[in-house]
Each structure stands twice: as structure tokens, then as C-alpha cells.
């Protein structure tokens, strides 16, 4: 093979769909034709997974630590709830408009996040956060304060799917709008774009010194993530048809960086991998012991650190890496 | 003829210290310039105020006639004034194929496209394949960076830098740490350029550095000392006197 081709090859290989992800989105499909038991809690999966992927972007490939993505989710939930009430009660609809709104409110605040290290990007998220909470609170006029947004009502998907009690129509919806969403994520971190956001964020001086704007670059990641979680947010509005303050609270943040903590970051499944075993013991344990999962689940976190990610998935991850490289 | 490069009384102080003071330097198109001095002199300073990763506190910095000192670096970079590094500054997670292959594309001015993947351009694969073979990296480029051998990795260091097109290059040291055997290699893909690119080199190895130059500028505590030729600046005694005096031979 000629340098040329094998450099062609090896930068196709980079970006080509591997079988064990067909076969993940195949289980996905699977679990909304075989599951139909399982529709609330796979639909909690599905959002809290967008939700994640949307953080392995702006902390896998951007490189910024965020303590406040509840921001955009919970902002993508009002919207979307709040344009029911302007008359916007078409859920397609309701989910672009949140999401475009979601990615300005990503951008004009990127101008903060973007400044200083890495502590102060904790603190500025979480405080981007916590104003808008404590906005969501005053205005009671508008969000309903402390009682969340009442009687928001959706008409049918595109105009034909009602969305029905036991949540076949609400599942089946956000896993589609979770899969163009993630193929979209997994199209941008290949291109040129997401190439240069990982440069970006691994090594800024050389970045700006092959000509990239380090800055811009990760102002356009940020935006975009944003948006993704603005989605999380709307979806969870629109499928739950209820919006509360709990949207926007820190615990919502604190979970979903749980949730890429377990799975991992930089390759966009870990978000998907994290909320479905997070939620899958949440929802275990809350069975088990509804007084006390809370505990178990903080337990499981801490023996999670001590022993390390790395040792304790050691064998799934050698396993996937196997298909993975067969590949 | 308007030179590719020049600054004019560049000025940059840290604190109490000027670490670069009244600096005029004057390069032709094609030029071969070398930068030398003792250690301390404020060579890296100067690199770092042409390249915009400091700012100057006075003076002026022209690009082919064009003011651009208060110009980000990458923005230099757009224009055709490219930097290595003393110390690699490299993409560790990325493998050489696709940190060149980045380089290459913000060249052909694709590096916004965010729906192609990247390289699906033949031309981004030509020339990446083209700069990785002049710097003999073509049997590690889809291996990760960080597990270069450092020689391969300071090729890289080179490389990245052509990948850009550079009209004036800067090039910090580019044989720091390598071993004299390998030196030869990390110039030779330096000196296939055009005759039209211009390029500065700071470096300690007189023996590159006079083999390679065909004017030398000589900083010393911040200053110019003196220009010349090679010849001139060999003979030079206030030269000899800076260097034997600061424990080099």
C-alpha cells in the first residue's frame, strides 16, 4: 500500500462506525420494541444519556470542567415547557426552538466560563447555575417559582403520535432525537472542527501557533454542547410535561458528571454507558431499599474512586477494546 | 525591496529586566538568518514577541511591510509567520498523520468544516503525506505522538510547522537534545524549502548554525551585539570575547 493510501485509510479508520456500536444501537432499538415495562426508566436513560454526551463534549474533547451543566439542561426544559403556553404546543417544534435557544445561552455565557483555569471555570459554571435557579425561583410569574410551570400540554408528535400513558410514544422519542443528536456529536468530533478542539484543549499554545483560534474553538464546542443539553432539558419537559426548579438543580450537575465519571470521557459513549448504569442501580437500589439508596449509591460512588474506574471496568473496557480494534 | 520580516526598536521588560531592548532586526525574503547568543541573552523573548505569544511594552513588528505586533498568534500564523519550539509543544493523544493533517487543513482553510471528517479532501492527505515523508515520520504516523521517540517527536516539532506554509519561519533550537548524529536530519528537511521562505534560527550549535546561516545576528543581555556574515562574525572579537568570556568556546 502506497503512504498515501495507508495515511487515507488510517485517518477513514479514525472516524468509521464500529460493529459493537451498531450492535449498542441495535440494543437501543431492541429495548424499546421488547422493554415496554421498562419505558419510564429507559426514557430517563436516553435524556440523562444526552445529557452526558453534551458534557463529554465541553470536558472530554474541550477539556473544561463544569460544576453547572443543570444550567442549559434546565433552560432547555423551561423553554420548551413555557412555549406550550405561548401556543407552541408541537414537540418537534418546541425541542428546535429550545435547543437553538439553549446554544446562545451557551455562547454568551462561554465568554465567562472561557476566562482562567480550571478552578475558576468550576466556580463561574456553578455560579451560571445557580443565578439561573435562583432566577427561575424569583420569577414566579413566569415559572411558577417553587410550584414549577403547571398544566403544559403537548399536542401530538408531528401531528399523528399522542404521547400515551405507559411512555412507547415518549421513549421512542427521545431515543430518536438521542440517536441524530449523538450521530451528529460523533460527526463533529471527526471533522477537522473536532480535530481541532481536542488540539485545542490539549496543548492551546501549539494550537494557536499552527493557526487556530484556540478561544473560538472552544466557545463553538461549548455552544454546541450547550444546545445538546437544552434538548436533555426539553425532552425531559416534554415527556414528563412538567417543568420544576429540579431541573436546574446542582445535584442534576453533580449526577450527569457522575454518570461520565463511571463511563468515561473523550469518546462519547461513556456518557450513554454512565447514565444507563447509574440510573439502572439508582433504580435498582430505590427497589430494594427506598429509604435508604441514596446511601448505596454514594457508597458504590466511593468504592468506585477508591478501586478506580480503570480496575473495575478493566475487563468490560478490554472486551469492548477487542471488538473495537478488530474492527 | 520590502523585507519578509522586520521589528523596529522591539521592547520587552520583565519586572526590573529588559529582556529584549531596542531590538531592530531586518530580514530579507529568502534570507537565512541565524540568532545567536549566550545564555539568558533573550533569544526565546524575541521569538516570543514575534510570534505573538508576548506582547512587546514598545516598539513595532512588520509582517512583508504590514504592522502586525498587536496581532494574535494565530493570526500571524494565517499570514505566513510560523514558530517551533525549544521545548516540543505537540498534540500527545493525536498521532503525527493527524496533527500534521490539522495543520494542513487550517491551511487549505477547512479547519471549521464540521461535517466532513477530517482528510476526506485528497489534497489534505496529499501534503500531509508529503511534509511527514520529508521528515522521515511516514512508518509512525497513526501511532499517538506521546509514544515517539523524542527524535521522531522533535521531527514533529519541525514538521508541524512546514505543514503550515510558512513564509517566514521561526525555528527555536530545533536541534536541542538531539543527538549530534541525528542533527543533520532535523535541517535537512529545513533546508528543502523554497528559496523564497524566509527563516530565522536560534540555535547553540555553531557548527549548524554556521553551516546553515547566511547572516548572523549576535543578542546579548537583550541587545543586538552585531550582524554580519558568518565570516565576519567568526573574526569578530567582541564575539569571541561575549562567548569565551560566558564559558563557551
Known amino acids: 500500500m502506497t503512504p498515501r493510501a495507508r495515511a487515507a485509510a488510517s485517518l477513514r479508520a479514525a472516524s468509521r462506525w464500529r460493529p459493537a456500536e451498531y450492535a449498542f444501537w441495535a440494543a437501543a432499538l431492541a429495548s424499546w420494541l421488547f422493554l415496554p415495562g421498562q419505558y419510564l426508566l429507559l426514557n430517563e436513560i436516553a435524556i440523562a444519556g444526552l445529557f452526558a454526551v453534551s458534557l463529554d463534549l465541553v470536558l472530554g474533547y474541550g477539556g473544561i470542567v463544569s460544576l453547572g451543566h443543570a444550567a442549559f439542561f434546565g433552560f432547555g426544559a423551561y423553554v420548551a415547557g413555557l412555549l406550550t403556553m405561548a401556543g407552541v404546543a408541537e414537540p418537534l417544534t418546541g425541542l428546535l426552538i429550545a435547543g437553538v435557544a439553549t446554544t446562545l445561552l451557551g455562547l454568551a455565557t462561554s465568554v465567562l466560563v472561557l476566562r482562567g483555569s480550571d478552578l475558576t471555570r468550576i466556580m463561574v459554571t456553578l455560579s451560571v447555575s445557580l443565578v439561573l435557579l435562583e432566577i427561575a425561583n424569583r420569577m414566579t410569574w413566569l415559572t411558577g417559582g417553587a410550584d414549577g410551570l403547571q398544566g403544559i400540554a403537548f399536542t401530538p408528535l408531528l401531528g399523528l403520535f399522542e404521547f400515551d400513558m405507559f411512555g412507547r410514544v415518549a421513549y421512542g422519542y427521545s431515543l430518536a432525537v438521542l440517536f441524530v443528536l449523538f450521530a451528529l456529536a460523533r460527526r463533529l468530533v471527526v471533522s477537522p472542527f473536532g480535530w481541532s478542539v481536542r488540539a485545542a484543549s490539549g496543548n492551546p499554545l501549539r494550537t494557536a501557533a499552527i493557526g487556530i483560534p484556540v478561544t473560538r474553538r472552544l466557545v463553538g464546542v461549548y455552544g454546541f454542547a450547550a444546545g445538546l443539553a437544552g434538548v436533555a432539558g426539553a425532552l425531559l419537559a416534554q415527556t414528563s410535561q412538567f417543568v420544576s426548579l429540579d431541573v436546574l438543580a446542582f445535584h442534576r450537575s453533580a449526577e450527569v458528571l457522575l454518570m461520565l465519571v463511571i463511563g468515561g470521557t473523550g469518546y462519547l459513549y461513556g456518557g450513554l454507558i454512565g447514565a444507563l448504569l447509574f440510573k439502572v442501580v439508582q433504580d435498582r437500589l430505590a427497589e430494594l431499599t427506598p429509604q435508604y439508596w441514596q446511601f448505596w449509591i454514594g457508597l458504590l460512588l466511593v468504592l468506585l474512586v477508591l478501586a478506580g474506574r480503570e480496575r473495575l471496568f478493566a475487563l468490560p473496557r478490554a472486551a469492548w477494546r477487542a471488538v473495537w480494534r478488530r474492527a | ?249
Request: charged share 20%.
Open chain 2, 1 to 249: 525591496m520590502t523585507p519578509a520580516l522586520e521589528t523596529i526598536g522591539l521592547h520587552r521588560s520583565f519586572g526590573g529586566l529588559a529582556a529584549a531592548s531596542d531590538v531592530s532586526l531586518r530580514l530579507e525574503r529568502g534570507a537565512r538568518h541565524a540568532l545567536i547568543g549566550p545564555n539568558g541573552a533573550g533569544k526565546t523573548t524575541l521569538l516570543n514577541l514575534l510570534s505573538g505569544v508576548l506582547a512587546p511594552s514598545a516598539g513595532r513588528i512588520l509582517l512583508d511591510g504590514a504592522d502586525i505586533t498587536t496581532l494574535a498568534p494565530d493570526r500571524r500564523v494565517r499570514r505566513g509567520l510560523v514558530r517551533t519550539f525549544q521545548v516540543n509543544q505537540l498534540f500527545p493523544a493525536l498521532t503525527p498523520l493527524q496533527s500534521v493533517g490539522l495543520a494542513v487543513s487550517r491551511r487549505l482553510g477547512l479547519d471549521t468544516q464540521v461535517w466532513r471528517r477530517i482528510g476526506s479532501r485528497p489534497a489534505v492527505i496529499d501534503q500531509s503525506v508529503e511534509v511527514l515523508a520529508r521528515f522521515g515520520l511516514l512508518d509512525v504516523m497513526d501511532r499517538p505522538t506521546r509514544g515517539l521517540a523524542y527524535g521522531k517527536q522533535r521531527l514533529l516539532e519541525i514538521a508541524l510547522a512546514i505543514a503550515c506554509g510558512p513564509r517566514v519561519l521561526l525555528l527555536d533550537e530545533p536541534a536541542a537534545g538531539v543527538p549530534e548524529g541525528e542533527r543533520d536530519e532535523i535541517l535537512a528537511g529545513v533546508a528543502a524549502l523554497p528559496d523564497d521562505v524566509t527563516v530565522l534560527l536560534i540555535e547553540h550549535d555553531m557548527d549548524l548554525v554556521f553551516r546553515f546561516a547566511r547572516r548572523i545576528s549576535v543578542l546579548v543581555a537583550g541587545r543586538i551585539l552585531t550582524e554580519g556574515t558568518p565570516a565576519e562574525i567568526a573574526a569578530d572579537p567582541r564575539v569571541r570575547a561575549v562567548y569565551l568570556g560566558d564559558g563557551h568556546a
